[in-house]
């Protein structure tokens, strides 16, 4: 590959000239521009791009940090991040950190030292203390979904999960059922604990207990649905409904009842959360509360890049309000 020296020589001008040519940092004649252009071309210099940018300031590269590349749910966000950011002209590194805050702190670190032009975070739910230090650095920041930041201007996209706890709780008990379990995620999120504070909401509303028995706190993947599911349908006095804070749990749930030999929907009631593109084409397909996943990685992007472009802009909250997919999980017919 030839260098910058060979284009010089071949163009009968200086390195210096060259640069500024390429880098288009001064002004020079159009023949001299022209001389540089043919020898770039003859000679298939390739600038050095990234240098390129570093020098103006913009690397037109972002960071995504993701809890769990593995979850359909985050991997349809990322997916989302990406093509909009590909619209937008920007490169985007992914990063995953298996929802461990060690990892989190280490690829904030990572992405500054690269000099991404901004981050989207999608975090495991605590405030870290590289989080703190990025924001303190002026570093452009977008947080998704699962993080409160007290005390920190960062911008925020947020699912309004409390409405969305309503949502699937109420339907379930418009179709009769008045023992409804929830299967919740880590206390220790955000979302979960609002999802679950939604569901007691509609039983308190529907006025029927809210019986902490049929509370269960999965890890919001399937392996633990099919679990925690196992030990709800195995009581004497077995849920007819179950509310799953993710679709992947509630998938879980699904296989639980079939070892069980319980039929769905005619012997339980089962929603789930998320919408991932899996849900439709369980058996039976899921009902789920939808989150907008494309939206919110369009709307993530679109305000990073305005942060990028200017960083004295005022911190904005993005609220998206989720909706109810009705599928086959539920059925139609009152419960006695």
Not at 110 to 124: E, P, Q, T
Not at 248 to 258: C, D, E, K, P
């Amino acid at each position: 590959m030839s260098n910058i020296r060979e284009v010089a020589e071949k163009a009968g001008v200086s390195i210096t000239t060259v640069s500024h040519v390429v880098n288009n940092t001064r002004f020079v004649s159009e023949d001299v521009r022209v001389r540089v252009m043919d020898a770039i071309r003859d000679t298939n210099y390739q600038p050095n791009a990234l240098a390129r940018s570093l020098r103006r300031g913009k690397t037109h590269t972002i960071g995504l940090i993701l809890p769990d590349s593995g979850n359909p749910f985050f991997a349809e966000i990322g997916r989302a991040v990406e093509g909009e950011a590909f619209a937008q002209g920007y490169s985007v590194i992914f990063c995953n950190t298996e929802g461990n805050p060690v990892r989190e702190d280490f690829y904030l670190e990572v992405l500054a030292k690269k000099r991404v032009d901004g981050i989207i975070l999608v975090s495991g739910g605590l405030l870290t203390q590289s989080l703190i230090q990025a924001h303190d650095q002026k570093t452009p920041l977008v947080v998704v979904d699962r993080i409160d930041s007290p005390g920190l201007a960062i911008d925020t996209v947020l699912t309004d999960n409390l409405s969305g706890g309503l949502l699937a709780t109420r339907h379930l008990i418009n179709l009769g059922h008045k023992r409804i379990a929830c299967m919740a995620g880590p206390s220790v999120f955000s979302p979960s604990a609002q999802r679950l504070n939604g569901y007691r909401q509609a039983l308190m509303e529907a006025g029927l207990p809210v019986d902490e028995t049929i509370v269960k706190h999965g890890d919001y993947l399937a392996g633990s649905g099919w679990t925690l599911g196992l030990e709800l349908l195995k009581m004497d006095d077995r849920p007819t409904a179950i509310f799953a804070c993710n679709d992947m749990m509630a998938i879980g749930i699904l296989r639980a009842a079939a070892d069980l030999g319980i039929k769905i929907p005619s012997d339980l009631a089962l929603v789930g959360f998320d919408n991932i593109e899996l849900a439709a084409y369980v058996n039976p397909p899921l009902t789920t509360v939808a989150q907008d996943k494309q939206k919110i990685g369009e709307i993530a992007v679109g305000m990073l890049v305005e942060k990028i472009g200017d960083q004295e802009l005022i911190s904005r909250r993005e609220f998206l309000q989720p909706t109810l997919v009705v599928r086959k999980s539920c059925g139609s017919k009152s419960v006695e």
